[in-house]
């Protein structure tokens, strides 16, 4: 194979050739994507319908959500059906699709979290000019930013990564379409380029990540300056979830995409993207709403609601 324009489809990784084995992870990314898919439209439904969630914090919560959502359900049904039909098979514009659309919602997912921290230092260290800084405009114009150079990103990278030659094959060492194990099929010189737009990429979200430890690192100092001990909880409450998504998502991508091929193996690879892609969708509605107060109340009466109808 000379160059990507004469290949029709890619080849995925399988979990495992036995038949019943492939029925367990069919049943186990189900559940995974269906908890996925509701507690993400839980928190969608709550923060549109309950009029107290209407503030910044809430409402960037809501765009994660969505931006979760679509990461789960660029990787995760695709593996799904290749277990249930016994294939491996993915077409060259359906691995198109999925490079675009994992970096067009992981950069957004990223760009948000690094707002969120911003909306949370302005919250907590200049509370007077919150209204100001964060009001319903500025929160939109916000949004819109993440969403649009996201999207530019996304379209750019994914051009510049198929248009580089492919000549080791089409074998894809993942079960979806990540870029690194695409840069493996390319030839020996050419991966250099997208290689090189991946460390740029990598250096803003290691921007990101610092920009929101700092923020952090100032937010606990304002916080634990607070007398009121029920003020504190209530700081923490709303900090300490976004941390842990924070954590999560950002150390497990950048490892995937920085980490040396010494250590590079099949179970790591795959392990790694699961970290990234499939678990933070499934989590994240549970991480933020077991502390907190208002988002559980909402989450309560909107179950509530929906248990009364079906009576």
Same mark, same amino acid.
């Given at each position: ?201 990598? !250096? ?5 990540? %610092?920009?929101? +430890? #700092?923020?952090? @690192?100032?937010?606990?100092? &304002?916080?634990?300056? =607070? ?36 250590? !590079? ?5 795959? %392990?790694?993207? +699961? #970290?990234?892609? @499939?678990?933070?969708?499934? &989590?994240?509605?549970? =991480? ?24």
């Amino acid at each position: 194979m000379s160059n990507g324009s004469s290949l029709t489809e890619f080849l995925l990784l399988v979990f495992t050739e036995t038949r019943e084995l492939q029925f367990l992870h069919f049943s186990l990314f189900l559940g995974i994507y269906l908890a996925a898919l509701l507690g993400n439209c839980l928190i969608i439904i709550a923060v549109a319908c309950d009029h107290r969630l209407h503030t910044p914090m809430y409402f960037f919560l809501l765009n994660l959500s969505l931006v979760d959502i679509g990461i789960i359900s660029t990787t995760v049904p695709k593996s799904m059906a290749n277990s249930l039909s016994n294939t491996r098979a993915i077409s060259y514009s359906g691995c198109a699709a999925q490079v675009f659309f994992i970096f067009f919602l992981c950069s957004a997912e990223c760009s948000l979290l690094t707002v969120m921290a911003y909306d949370r230092f302005i919250a907590i260290c200049r509370p007077l000019h919150y209204g100001t800084l964060m009001g319903s405009r500025a929160c939109v114009k916000m949004a819109a930013a993440v969403w649009g150079s996201s999207f530019l990103y996304a379209l750019l990278h994914t051009a510049n990564t198929f248009s580089l030659p492919l000549c080791q094959g089409n074998v894809v060492e993942q079960f979806f379409c990540e870029v690194p194990q695409i840069l493996w099929l390319s030839c020996s010189d050419a991966y250099l380029r997208e290689a090189g737009v991946l460390m740029v990429t990598f !250096s803003v979200v290691f921007g990101c990540f %610092v920009f929101i +430890v #700092l923020s952090y @690192v100032q937010i606990f100092t &304002v916080v634990l300056r =607070i007398p009121s001990e029920q003020g504190r909880h209530k700081a923490f409450s709303m900090c300490l979830p976004h941390l842990a998504v924070v954590s999560l998502f950002i150390s497990t991508a950048m490892f995937a995409y920085l980490k040396p091929p010494s250590v !590079s193996s099949s179970t790591l690879d795959l %392990v790694v993207a +699961v #970290l990234y892609a @499939v678990l933070p969708p499934a &989590v994240n509605p549970l =991480i933020y709403s077991m502390r907190n107060k208002e988002l559980k109340e909402a989450l309560k009466k909107l179950i509530q609601l929906v248990l009364f109808q079906q009576q």
